[in-house]
């Protein structure tokens, strides 16, 4: 089991930053990749950024050149800079962490933080 813990979530202004942590434990060996999701009101929860135990990063279109997905593997966080803060963005972030599944020959989000809100509000 990986338990995952958010925090830095909060109400900014559009145009401002904001950074997102995730601080992983328990089965950490297990994990493939970590990422941040987004759900926002009254909509489906979307990808925002990926990064692999690599360090290959992907980003979802909206949000490339204005966030930044890191990790600190001796800290065992994950880390979300989000600049250039749109209302658009305001959504509650989550954060999970992938396990290769190799029947499907792909990573598998498994593993959920319980949220933090963001909203870009003036």
């Known amino acids: 089991q990986v338990q995952l813990v958010e925090s830095g979530g909060g109400l900014v202004q559009p145009g401002g930053s904001l950074r997102l942590s995730c601080a992983a434990s328990?089965?950490?060996?297990?994990?493939?990749?970590m990422g941040w999701f987004r759900r926002a009101p009254g909509k489906q929860r979307e990808l925002v950024a990926l990064i692999s135990s690599g360090g290959t990063t992907n980003y979802a279109d909206s949000v490339k050149g204005r966030f930044t997905i890191s990790r600190d593997n001796a800290k065992n966080t994950v880390y979300l800079h989000m600049n250039s803060l749109k209302a658009e963005a305001t959504a509650v972030y989550y954060c999970?962490?992938?396990?290769?599944?190799?029947?499907?020959?792909?990573?598998?989000?498994?593993?959920w933080g319980q949220g933090t809100q963001v909203t870009v509000s003036s």
């Open positions: 999970s962490a992938a396990e290769f599944n190799e029947r499907a020959g792909e990573n598998e989000y498994v593993y």
């Open positions: 328990g089965s950490i060996f297990s994990i493939n990749a």
